[in-house]
Nanobody, 121 residues
């Protein structure tokens, strides 16, 4: 079955950088949009950035100029480069992907397990 495995989270000081990775595995026929969301305690999950299969990107106003989403289609992997991190970026970050398998007739949305990012001095 399709699985998304995240890595790269951790503790970083304000102004520091982290790069998150999310690798998709399974009987994959194709992957459409991929994205990153984050979840603050007591709040709804919010979109951070999204990237299409063709490489077009969009990101939230709160991270523009600091975060960059990218993907490597050959590796079925999406990345989130996070620079100039702020304490308010502290959250659990989740990746997602719209995936069509060889046994399905359409794309379905799958989620990673989440990775903690903590920005603190």
């Amino acid at each position: 079955q399709v699985q998304l495995v995240e890595s790269g989270g951790g503790l970083v000081q304000p102004g520091g950088s982290l790069r998150l990775s999310c690798a998709v595995s399974g009987r994959i026929f194709s992957i459409a949009d991929m994205g990153w969301y984050r979840h603050f305690p007591g709040k709804q999950r919010e979109l951070v950035a999204v990237i299409t299969s063709g490489g077009r990107t969009n990101s939230a106003d709160s991270v523009q100029g600091r975060f960059t989403i990218s993907r490597d289609n050959a590796k079925n992997t999406v990345y989130l480069q996070m620079n100039s991190l702020k304490p308010e970026d502290t959250a659990v970050y989740y990746c997602n992907a719209w995936v069509k398998t060889y046994s399905s007739t359409y794309h379905s949305q799958y989620w990673g397990q989440g990775t903690q990012v903590t920005v603190s001095s």
